[in-house]
DNA sequence: CTTGTAGCACAAATCGATTTTTCAGCTCGC
DNA sequence: GCGAGCTGAAAAATCGATTTGTGCTACAAG
């Protein structure tokens, strides 16, 4: 019982005696500290790998004032439960990135609870946190600053859009991509629904549709969707969108929870898409994938996103300067449902870098 | 830096300092153990609570041999980031509900890198683990077991079916409840898609549907579809049952997966849902709440079963005796791919406990 | 021959808690 | 009046590692 097979396991001293030197030389050895004589020093490296001597986590912490313990904070609300859900996927490849991002780092990964006063936070002992969607206020940026825990964003804090700890995905710039794209293959009234107030995001996919369309001379054709209930508010905007005088002939869907509720709309009105209306999705994820026929989307990486968040956060737990915002970019998915029969088809898996 | 904020955190010392005792009596004031003065007792609680003291948990983890942290291991290959991947929604609420659940008892969740050798885990300091959806053979077991750690799994381990340490889902009484609720919706010749090789899962499925089968006289229509690539097995096993001279007229999908590929090979075959044809799914997730229409579907109640784990587990750990495998029932979301027009509207939300 | 210094290893202190043991003071009984 | 028994609290040992300071030896310099 207890911490690994805590009753069998070697402890720094039964190496020691083992090698017949005192614990600190052995210490000394494995952690290449402190003046040993190469020999003595190769001999107790022996000594401790075949007897399986790995250091105990929580000693090791208690000296050392870290615990190796990096928390997880995704964004979920008490309704993670409800059907109404977000992109449990997405959320699920990222925390999976970031379990072996971390490990490779040599510490590991808390889940915290989605839901978590910030008292309850004190008693957990962790080293850093990686917090993921930031939204205006949160209370996770807040608990965590309470206690003076160093974290890292994914996707950018709106309290402090300049925090250089952060990674982000550029947006902004996929909603742009996805806009070209589809004008590429032949649409002429692009609509955009855009999350209603969900962080710095809606904000950025709305002045990426405001510029294009400037640029494009496009009338701008963006509608504000509620977040919740996603599938009816999606569903009666789209309705809404099919009866317009100049309907769209193509949709950019800002959230991949507006998926379905899109979809069915356009189902409804007997719209085939691509044939009779393009559609796109700015975040790729089951819906989009499973989606019929399935949509072309932007694949936000998280496992990349996940890899560059651990690596940001060893930096600031290790002093070092930030290096600034990372900015992963997506990978363009062109599927079925942006390809205009007769087109050329585009290229897909697309890199969505900035060059 | 460090843990929490490690510089400016009350020590057990401060406390004692603070109310003119030894740290001692305040270690055995705030556990209630050894014996003091009521009101000495009463006045060392006020100054820890004044103080904010929290116990450092690698102290007391140091002295007691137990870390505090339960591991969750889900069945993530090292393709958790690729398309085609599982259900990675129902993870995610089962492990967001995990992490809630195991709060709850004091501790916290560590989430395991999907892909881990053995030796990796050695060096983790874990009092328990929760082992999702075991599979033969599976190197998560083996690791655990080799380093002694106690574990529970959600669903049972194929290797060892009778172990007690599991939640369950019952998931031959839940094929047996679609059947019976297709049946009633009118279907004749109810078919299954049963994943090929999927741990105990996919046999208890096929026992259910043969004896079902049996006593409602009806032929036996299973057909196994490989795993992967998830997508194109189903389409090609549906599109082929489509063509038998006597179709089915329902399908029971056994898997989450298999739904997109079933779908699409139902609307290219111009069958329409639920008309021409009901469908039902063994598994609720994004897939089938989001396809057109939205599918009938068991939810399992991740956050159910993860409850149930954590208690199990920290009942393992408490040197309790096994309080046998725990069945969590799912419950039925009607949804219109099961509703035959005119038919009587069945009951949704149904839970679909043994009676 | 003494002193300085470098090399190598160990003893002891420390991290922050818990558990075991000790101890001072007080009451009670004989 | 003296040992037994009880109460309340503190001292000391412990968990397993790291870090600081100490000591011994050998060899070179004064």
């Known amino acids: 019982m207890g911490v690994g097979r805590s009753s069998s396991r070697a402890t720094i001293r039964d190496v020691a005696t083992a090698a017949r030197v005192s614990p600190t030389t052995v210490s000394h050895a494995l952690n ?106 949160d209370r996770r940026i807040e608990a965590l600053r309470a206690l003076e825990i160093p974290c890292v964003t994914i996707e950018r804090n709106p309290i402090d859009p300049k925090d250089p ?25 692009i609509a955009l629904l855009v999350p209603e107030a969900f962080g710095a995001w809606a904000e950025e996919q709305r002045a990426a549709y405001r510029s ?3 640029d494009h001379r496009q009338e701008r054709l963006t509608r504000p969707v509620a977040l919740r209930p996603a599938f009816e508010s999606a569903l009666r905007v789209v309705r809404a969108m099919l009866r317009w005088q100049r309907p769209p002939d193509a949709i950019v869907i800002g959230a991949e929870r507006f998926v379905p509720g899109t979809m069915r709309a356009l189902a409804d009105a007997g ?4 044939n009779d209306l393009l559609v796109a999705v700015a975040v790729d994820g089951n819906y989009a994938r499973g989606s019929n026929p399935p949509l072309t989307a932007v694949d936000l990486q998280p496992e990349r996103q996940a890899t560059a968040a651990a690596e940001l956060l060893r930096n600031r737990l290790d002093g070092l300067a930030p290096s600034g915002p990372r900015t992963i970019s997506g990978i363009l998915q062109v599927r079925t449902s942006s390809q205009r029969p007769g087109r050329r088809q585009p290229q897909t898996g697309k890199f969505l870098g900035v060059s």
């Open 32 to 137: 290449g500290k402190g003046r040993i004589h190469p020999r003595t020093r190769a001999r107790i490296q022996q000594v401790a790998e075949r007897m399986g001597y790995q250091a105990n986590r929580l000693a090791v912490g208690l000296r050392s004032g870290r615990s190796g313990v990096q928390a997880l904070w995704l964004p979920l609300g008490p309704d993670a439960t409800a059907n109404d859900t977000l992109a449990l996927d997405y959320y699920m490849r990222l925390a999976s990135a970031t379990a072996t991002a971390v490990f490779g780092h040599g510490d590991v990964v808390m889940l915290l609870p989605p839901v978590l006063e910030g008292q309850d936070l004190t008693a957990v002992a962790v080293d850093g946190a990686i917090v993921i969607d930031p939204g205006e206020g």
């Open 165 to 189: 700890w952060c990674v982000t995905s550029d947006t902004g710039h996929h909603v742009e991509c996805l806009l070209e794209h589809l004008s590429a293959q032949g649409a002429q009234r």
């Open 212 to 214: 294009w369309a400037l």
């Open 271 to 274: 719209r085939v898409v691509p």
